[in-house]
């Protein structure tokens, strides 16, 4: 067990942080999408122990968070037109892109790839502490691997704390999934892991297309080049169904199938209307979900919940982050009602 030191987000704390990060210590960040585990992203013997931390796949590539656009030169071999042009519009913000590599980000870092995916991101505290150390960070969810990643400081510290050497406490997350992920076909933009910044906004840069791996499960031996694309992820102890049909078909399918240890994730109190069943609330909204999805499972598990139903997400924009997130939770497991 590692004595991890509680930060706050003030200049003293920041400066202990860059001083623990380094030294290639693991730090625990605040970002605008979840917590962040986060280490030099140069330090091949740094990165190493966040997969230790979070008993993470080496094979699962770590995004790099930078603080300034130029970066991007420093740590991408090649940086193309169609990549500049949304890095102008969407950086910072919730956006990775995936680009060929620079000889200076290790294999373990891309995860034995030849591509990096690079973010900057808009939460203040994480640019700010980026500043400080001088270089670039790697920064995968701040929870063990596979779990629903930590969207507020206090899940952060149920995950990791003497997993890692500090956490800095800079409350709830505003967006609540992690960032969208894309790459680049000439000029096309091919999205690999769906997030805030939707399909419809990028179409806006180029023509946007959507990787099978988003709705699909991929096979064992495939190669990925985004986090988030292969393993089973964000997933609570429970076993999730996700029944896709509107709220009267939901609840029709659930009262069928209840049992005393199934409990509900739906969107709002109507959805579970004479059901006998307790639920945890999304929200109404893509964006409400998107921010709530991560709390909900692990409010299902304290809870108690052995089996889940949730109702379906829309598959369109923000809310294809929220189906994204919940069918990898699920392990896949869904039904058509």
Known sequence: MIKTQILSADSASLDKAAQLLSCGEVVAIPTETVYGLAANALDEAAVKRIFEAKGRPSDNPLIVHIAERDQLFELASEVPQTALRC??????????MILPKADCVPDVTSGGLDTVGIRMPSHPTARELIRRCGFALAAPSANL?????????????????GRVAAMIDGGDCSVGVESTVISFEGETIRILRPGFICAEELSEIAKTVIDKGVLEQLSADAVVRSPGMKYKHYAPRADVTVVEGDAEAFRSYVSKNLDSKTMLLVFGKEDAKGLDA?????????????QNLFTALRTLDDMGAEKVYARCPEKSGVGLAVYNRLIRAAGFKAVKV
Not at 87 to 96: H, K
Not at 278 to 290: K, M, P, R, W, Y
């Open 87 to 96: 890095a102008e519009r969407f950086m910072p913000g919730p956006l990775t």
């Open 145 to 161: 691997s596979g779990s629903p990643s930590p969207t507020s400081f206090r899940h952060v510290r149920a995950d990791m704390e």
């Open 278 to 290: 307790d639920f945890v609330e999304l929200g109404e909204s893509a964006e409400q979900q998107a």
